[in-house]
Every structure is written in C-alpha cells, then in structure tokens.
C-alpha cells in the first residue's frame, strides 16, 4: 500500500483522493488553515498543516509536506505547481515519484514557443504567426503584419487565459503588447511572447492524450471547450458537434503522433483551434497535466484517468479496458463562486449548498454547507457532469441538474450556466469561442 500526496486542494483532491483509495492506496494532503472544514481535508487519510494559502505554490513547502506524509508518489493535481519542471525535479530528488511527465517535457511542452516547434516538427499545423517568441514591439510587428490582423499576443510561459490578447489592427499593437509582456513578467517572470493569427470563427478543442512508459501514446477523444469568459473554459463538451469522423480520426492521429515525439509520458492534453470558416485544425499549446474537464472524457470511454495515471507512473504500459469509441455525450458546467454578470469573485459562507444528483449525473465538489468559500483560491465550487445516449438527452439532463442545483452564501454563476444551456447558439452546436461576448453584450442591452 502505497501514500499518494496530491499538492492540491478543493475539488481535484477529493476527487484523486477517491481513485487513490479505491485502487488500495492511502491518500495523503496539505491544507492550510482556511481550508481546514473542507470536505478533502476530511477524506484523507493523512494530513499536514501548511502555515498558509500560499505554501500551495511554494516548491520547498509541498516537497516537504510530501515528506513528512511519507509519500512515495506525488499527484500535482491541475493548477499550482501541476506544470513546474521545478516541482517534478524536487519530487524525483527526495526520491517520490512525480506522477506527470518528466520535468525536461513539462519544461519544453509548457514553453508555447517550444510547443510551437515541437509541433510543427512532429507534422502538426499552427496557425500563421511568429516562427519563436519576440521580446520587441518591433519583432511583435513584423510578426503580426505578416501574419495578418486580428492577431493574439500569447504569453510562452503562460495558461489559463493569463497574458493573452487580441488585437485588431497595428493601431492597437504596441498598447497591447505593453500590457501583455508586463502582465507576463509579474505573474510568469517570463516578457517573452508568442504572436498568431487570431481566427474570428473558431472553437477549442482538445484531446485528451496518454504517453505509456513504452514509449507509446493513446489519445482519446477529443472535448469541446468552446464556451469561454475571459479565455477561460466554463463549459466542456466531449465529443465536439463540430467534427465529423474523419476529422476526429486525423485529429487523434496528429495528437498521438506529437506526444510520441517528444517523449510524453503520463496524461496530457493537446489543444486546438478549430477553424470554422476552412474546417482546419491548428495547434495551440500542451497542458501537461491532467485538465479540469477531465471527467467528460472519462464519462464517455469509461475509464478512470487519475488510475490510468497512476499505472502509469508505477512503469506499467498496459492500457485499461475502455470504449474506444465515444460513448454517448457527456457535458461539464463549472460553478463557481462569482456573479453572473461581471464574473467576478463572490467568496462568502454556505449557507445552502444543494447540488443534483440521479441517473448520468456525476459532482465533484470541493465545498459543504456551512463551509467557507474564502479569497484566497480560484472560485471554482465544483463540476457537475452529465452524461446522455446523445447531446440532445445531455443537455436535457444538464438543464435539470442546474434546475436542482441551489447556493446560498456566497454568489455562484448557476443563473449564467442556465442561460448558456438555454442559449440558442449553444442547443444548435453552431457557437464558437465568442459565444459568452455575445451573450453578456446582448444582456447589457
């Protein structure tokens, strides 16, 4: 019996923390004070106490709460340390094993311009922009009017949606890459951006990929993360209503093909932008992690990733038994606490914490009533997944769930989330990444 620490908190380490006991192992964590009543502090089996909310992104203070669990693995979880060389290397020198790639693919793969290359070496298409990074306004420039306007500014080290920007025209160039390479310095301590042709008419799709210790990938099918605020995903769907067979088929093989080139090794994911105007698909980037959204993958091939991962990082490349195919449809809507308007953070206590439940409804939840949504973290409350026979019956399920779902405390976005299984648009699958601009302009009006 193994102790698996996940350096993570909320609603991704309850939800590891059920797979870990579920395969025989013993669930280790790390909570601050704040975060003490939250149901995975009260699921573990083992529990250190960090002197605060910051020690999640500290190096030092997780290599460390690891050890004093007597971990032998490390699960990252998604966010925080997930995407740190940094991290896997520390792990790996106080000899636990690090479940993720090694830290030279995370350092590669999480460096956009090097992701960029990578792909394109391995056959895969990237949209017109800069051949590397630039780190002047004039290379910036160069870059964009070769490409053609309306272009994104991207930071390298970024994720998330944090350094990016679209410009439209050269007028506004210089004003925005200020913005973006300062941004990118204070939070990534990395200027240095990436410039690409931003596509008007477009959705992002990703594919969920395992790098086996042999040396081989499996990719799976891919998700729909079309629905974004701020460049962040807020609902996922899997599969996309925008591609036929064959272009899944080409789309998976292009995956699988990339995560074998640069030696990948554990559960990923690579991102594209789908143009909706030529049916293209170009690269974007790799999170080198396992994804928020992970559950719909899992709910359409049957597999459970975060025991997958776990194989895996024990040295075994035998791939579980899953439906190959997708199965049905499955759709994840993030709660979050923030109001439905503006998006911005409403932390507060629960006072009624009603989350749905019955047939092809799943939750994974970080929160209780009477617990305390505080300012320190993300506001991500929790994930509901649904899955249906098609995407008609999942989206039937989903709007019931949101129906049944009810938070009193702090604010959530559960009216937003209705308004978007509502939205014409989305029930017609003919929506693109802009689809909540125009849902939040249209309710301005």
Not at 115 to 138: F, I, Q
Not at 157 to 179: C, K, Q
Not at 216 to 236: I, N
Not at 388 to 415: F, H, K, Q, Y
Request: glycine fraction near 10%; charged fraction near 25%; charge should be negative.
């Amino acid at each position: 019996m193994s102790v698996v620490f996940i350096a993570n908190r909320g609603e991704i380490a309850a939800r590891i923390l059920r797979t870990v006991r579920e395969q025989g192992h013993r669930g280790a964590v790390a909570f601050p004070e704040v975060d003490a009543d939250l149901p995975y502090v009260g699921a573990a089996d083992i529990t250190v106490e960090l002197s605060g909310p910051r020690d999640f992104g500290d190096v030092e203070a997780m290599v460390a709460a690891a050890r004093s669990a007597g971990a032998e693995l490390v699960h990252p979880g998604y966010g925080f340390l997930s995407e740190k060389a940094a991290f896997a290397r520390a792990v790996e020198a106080a000899g636990m094993v690090f479940v993720g790639p090694s830290p030279d693919v995370i350092e590669l793969m999480g460096d956009k311009a090097g992701a960029r290359a990578a792909a394109v070496r391995a056959g895969l298409s990237v949209a017109p922009g800069s051949d590397g990074a630039v780190e002047t306004v004039e290379e910036a420039r160069a870059a964009a009017d070769a490409a053609g306007y309306p272009v994104m500014l991207k930071a390298v080290a970024g994720g998330g949606g944090i350094g990016m920007s679209v410009v439209r025209d050269a007028d506004a160039l210089d004003a925005a890459f200020e913005t973006v390479t300062s941004r990118a310095g204070s939070v990534f301590g990395d200027r240095r951006v990436i410039v690409e042709r931003y596509l008007e008419r477009s959705r992002h799709i990703e594919v969920q990929v395992m790098g086996l210790p042999d040396g081989r990938a499996v990719a799976l099918s891919e998700r729909d993360c079309s629905v974004q605020r701020r460049h962040q995903k807020v609902v996922e769907e899997a599969p996309s209503p925008a591609l036929d067979a064959a272009s899944r088929a080409s789309l998976l093989e292009r995956a699988a093909a990339l995560t074998e080139a640069v030696g990948y090794v554990g559960a990923g994911t690579i991102e594209f932008i789908h143009d909706l105007d030529s049916g293209e698909s170009y690269f974007l980037e790799m999170n080198t992690r396992l994804q928020v959204e992970h559950p719909v993958t899992e709910a359409v091939h049957d597999v459970d990733l975060v025991a997958w991962q776990l194989r895996i990082a024990s040295g075994d490349s035998t791939v579980p038994a899953f439906h190959a195919e997708p199965r049905g449809h499955a759709i994840e809507v993030r709660l979050y606490a923030e109001d439905s308007e503006r998006f911005l953070p409403r932390p507060g206590a629960i006072e009624t914490w009603e989350m749905p439940s019955g047939e092809g409804v799943r939750v994974d939840s970080g929160y209780a009533p009477g617990t305390k949504v505080t300012p320190f973290f993300d506001p991500l409350l929790a994930k509901v997944i649904v899955w249906g026979r098609d995407r008609d019956e999942a989206l039937e399920r989903a709007r019931d769930a949101m129906d049944r779902t009810t938070i009193v405390g702090p604010g959530s976005n559960v009216e937003f989330l209705r308004r978007v299984l509502a939205e014409p648009e989305f029930v017609g699958a003919t929506h693109d990444t802009g689809i909540v601009g125009r849902m939040t302009s249209a309710a301005v009006r």
